[in-house]
C-alpha cells in the first residue's frame, strides 16, 4: 500500500483536519517541520502498536541515515551549543541507556511524592482562585490564561523542585520561551535556570530537604547516580513537558465544559466523577497532537504499509483519540465516559515511553478544574459563544471570563 499525501485542507476544526488524514490511510505522509520530514501514523490500534514497537527507535543518533531531529529542535528553541545535553532527556533515550535513567528518576519520582503534593496544589488552586475573585467582582472580564492556567503548573513545578518562591521567575520566563520560542532570549534564560539548578544541586547535598532535587540527588542504583549533566536535563524537561501541556488542557476543557452546559452540570452534581472525567478531557482536549518522531531500525510495516529502515514516523495521538474505530462517538465529550481498559486514549503516549509526569498532570487538571467550578457557581464566558467550541489540541494564548453572579 502506498502512503499518499493530501493537500493543504481548508482552514477548519484541527481535530476535522486530522480526521480526514486518518481517513485518507493508515500512514500518511507529513509536510517537513523543525523535526524533519515525516509519515504519520493515524489509527488507534496502528498508533499504539507503534509506541510499544521497539524496533522504532526516538534516539536518531543510532539509527544510520536518520536526520539530527535534537539538533533541529534545539536550534528552532534557540538553545545554545554549550546546552546541547539539554536535548538528551528521557523522550530521545532507547533501550539501556533509556531505561537506566528512567529506573533512576523513579525511584525519586513516586507515586507517594506526587500524593504529598496535593494538598499543596490545592492550595496554590486556592490562592489564585482567591485573585480571580478579587479581580472580577466588579463583572470585569478576567483572563484565566494568564491568571490561573499558565500560574499554577510552573508554580507546581516549582513546589515539586524546591525552587524558592522569589527565584521563580526565571522558571517562568522558560517556559514561555518554550512556549513561544525566541532564540534572541533564550540563551540568556537557560543558562540561568542551569545554573540555578547547579546552586539548588549544591545545596541539596549540603543540606537535604524533602523535595524533588534531594531525592534525584539521593538516588543509586549499585553505586550508579545521576550526572550533574542528567540531572539538568531531568528537571529542564520537567518545565518542558509539565507546563505549557498542563496549561493548555486547563484552558481547552474549561472552555468545552463552559460551552457543554449540560457536562458541566453532570460535574457539579457529581463530583465523584472528576477522576474518571479528567481522562476523558485529556483525550478531548490533549495537548500534545504527535508524537516525537520515531525511526525504524528496520523495515517495518505499520497499518499495511511499508517502512523503510532509518525512515521516520509520527504517532498521530490526536487522531487516534478520535479514532471511530475505537471510540463510540469519538467526537463528543462525554464526563460519563468509562475509559475501559487502561486510560481510554494516548495523550500520555504509551509504553517505555510513557509521560513520567502523568499522574501529577492529571492531578493538578482535576484539581483546579474541580476547584474552579465549585468555586464561581456563576463563572461563564466573558462574551457568550453560539455552541459548543472546537475540540483539540489549538492553545489559547488568553480565555476570558467573568465570574460575579449578576
Known sequence: MDRTTDPAPPRTCPVTAFGRLREQGPVVAMPGTAMGATSLVTRHDDVHALLLDPRFRNDPATVPGAGDVVGSVMTTLGLPPELA?????????????????????????TVRRVAGLRPRVEELTADLLDDVAAAGADGSPVDLV????????????????????????????????LAAPDPARMPAVAHAVVAQVHELVAARRADPRDDLVDALVAVHDDGDRLTTDELDVLLFDMVVAGFETTAHVLSRATLALLTRPDQLAILRAEPWRWPTAVHEIVRTCGAVPVSTPRHASTDVVVGGTPIAAGEAVTAGLVTANFDPRHHDRPDELDVTREPGRGEGH??????????????????????????????????????????PSELGFERLVSFEVRVDAH
Open 85 to 109: 545535553h539539554l536535548g538528551r532527556g528521557l523522550l530521545v533515550r532507547d533501550g539501556a541507556d533509556h531505561a537506566r535513567l528512567r529506573r533512576l528518576v523513579s525511584r525519586a519520582f
Open 346 to 387: 494516548l495523550g500520555f503516549g504509551q509504553g517505555v515511553h510513557y509521560c513520567l509526569g502523568a499522574a501529577l498532570a492529571r492531578q493538578e487538571i482535576e484539581v483546579a478544574l474541580h476547584a474552579l467550578v465549585e468555586r464561581f457557581p456563576a463563572l461563564r464566558l466573558a462574551e457568550p459563544a453560539d455552541g
Open 146 to 177: 494568564a491568571a490561573v492556567f499558565h500560574e499554577l503548573p510552573i508554580a507546581v513545578i516549582c513546589e515539586l523542585v524546591g525552587v524558592p518562591v522569589e527565584q521563580r521567575g526565571l522558571w517562568r520566563e522558560l517556559a514561555g520561551l
